[in-house]
């Protein structure tokens, strides 16, 4: 299997709350962008979903934090799809420090809708297929 895809990001100030360290929702934005970042390199822009009348959707989140992160850290954040059966699929993403200190470790259960129906799509992981240009970063 090859290396997660990954982003970097400097945790700012106004990201940090009264004790110093990093906002507990911030962790979600930075697993956010991640995602978004994955799918643009893999040729996918929000645009493009919402011309084909899909989304992707969160159904499940868990963040277990590891380290704090303080203001100036420098973080790498993972993201990676697995495939399973069926109309959902599972992304482990990682917050990492440069010195490879694991701050969060981020699961999600997600989907893709149709955006018509409302419902998700039978198979997420063709549709995926589909749009990119690159699914190999999503393992496919």
């Not at 959707?57 to 973080?75: H, K, N, Q, S």
């Not at 109309?87 to 490879?100: A, E, L, P, S």
Request: with cysteine; glycine share 10%.
């Amino acid at each position: 299997m090859s290396e997660p895809f990954s982003v970097p990001v400097t945790v700012r100030g106004y990201e940090t709350d009264t004790q110093g360290h990093l906002n507990q929702a911030v962790y979600l934005n930075y697993a956010e962008h991640a995602r978004w970042s994955l799918l643009g390199a893999a040729g996918i822009r929000q645009a493009d979903l919402v011309a084909r009348g899909v989304g992707p959707v969160a159904l499940e989140t868990t963040i277990r934090f590891r380290r704090e992160l303080r203001a100036g850290d420098e973080t790498e954040v993972t993201c990676s799809f697995e495939w399973g059966e069926g109309k959902t699929f599972r992304i482990h993403q990682v917050i990492r420090k440069q010195d490879g200190t694991v701050a969060a470790e981020v699961e999600s259960v997600g989907g893709l809708m149709d955006l018509g129906a409302r419902r998700l799509v039978p198979d997420p992981r063709e549709r995926f297929k589909e749009l990119a240009s690159d699914p190999a970063l999503f393992g496919l």
